[in-house]
């Protein structure tokens, strides 16, 4: 692998030495090792030169051969998170020159809209390496939401699939904090929230989030996340095809004012609403 002296620093160019290390101190060709794994010799040499991160399930397979107890499980657990923070890192600049944004999301509230409390509980499942870690993360998020306000604030219009408000925090208090914000920001004007309703069938974006944002140059960026990775997209057809599917799931979805009166018929604890005929 061509390496920069940054990339030399990282796990995932740790990991490709060691993996390299350990076969060549056991002696065994990748022939061999793929006998032994049972992993395409082409494929385990990828992992060495780094081109490859690879799976967990190899790493387990890789550690017992070697005798390695969970060192390249581990080292490979690292590399997966800061090849997502490199990832995301490029999304976030995007996001602070964007103009507009088109959001989607079909399990958690975005992360423009998400108060400390839930932003908290959220990157606390990822399970982040410490608590100042954990503490960094909230603040940069809760930073990002300054694009909202101001002098000149972002146009932002968020689709939040039904199932994104019937799941409650782990503490009430936390939730109902988090509805009462959605319903505070939904009346801002330059926010416009939509629910999807759950009545409104299956479509294309469903099992993760979209965002496409709109930069100064004219040009749409979209970046797809599920939730352990991420990716920008710029092709002009693969854009024009998720802002496509975009608009078809808004048209399935509530209004704006039925949306705000779902999120505080869900703050009163009430039944949802149903979507206005189609017909």
């Known amino acids: 692998m061509n390496a920069t002296d940054d990339d030399e620093l990282s796990t995932r160019s740790l990991l490709a030495a060691e993996l390299k290390r350990q ?3 056991a002696g065994w060709t990748l022939m061999e090792l793929s006998e032994r794994s049972r992993y395409d010799p082409s494929y ?10 690879g799976s967990h399930d190899v790493m387990v397979v890789l550690d017992r051969l070697y005798d390695t107890g969970d060192l390249l499980s581990k080292l490979w ?6 090849d997502k923070q490199r990832r995301y890192q490029g999304f976030a600049e995007l996001e602070a020159e964007a103009t507009g944004i088109q959001a989607f999301s079909a399990n958690t509230v975005p992360g423009l809209l998400q108060t400390p409390g839930y932003a908290e509980e959220l ?9 100042e870690q954990l503490a960094s993360q909230v603040h940069d998020r809760m930073s990002r939401q300054d694009r909202l306000t101001g002098v000149k604030p972002l146009n932002y219009r968020a689709l939040l699939d039904e199932s994104v408000i019937r799941r409650p925090t782990l503490r009430p208090s936390t939730w109902t904090e988090q509805v009462q914000h959605l319903i ?5 004007p330059n926010i ?3 629910v999807v309703p759950l009545n409104a069938g299956l479509h294309s974006l469903l099992g993760g989030s979209l965002q496409l944002l709109w930069l100064p140059s004219g040009q749409t960026i979209a970046y797809v996340e599920g939730g ?12 024009e095809h998720f802002r496509l599917s975009y608009d078809r799931v808004r048209d399935s979805a509530l209004s704006p004012a039925e949306s705000l009166e779902l999120l505080r018929s869900t703050l009163e604890g009430q039944p949802s609403c149903t979507p206005p005929d189609q017909t």
């Open 23 to 25: 076969r060549e101190r």
């Open 44 to 53: 385990l040499q990828r992992l060495e030169t780094g081109t490859r991160l």
């Open 77 to 82: 657990r690292k590399a997966k998170r800061e």
């Open 123 to 131: 990157l606390r499942s990822f399970g982040p390496d410490s608590e």
């Open 184 to 188: 505070d920001a939904a009346q801002r």
């Open 192 to 194: 416009t929230l939509h």
């Open 228 to 239: 352990w990775s991420g990716q920008l997209i710029s092709e002009i057809e693969e854009v």
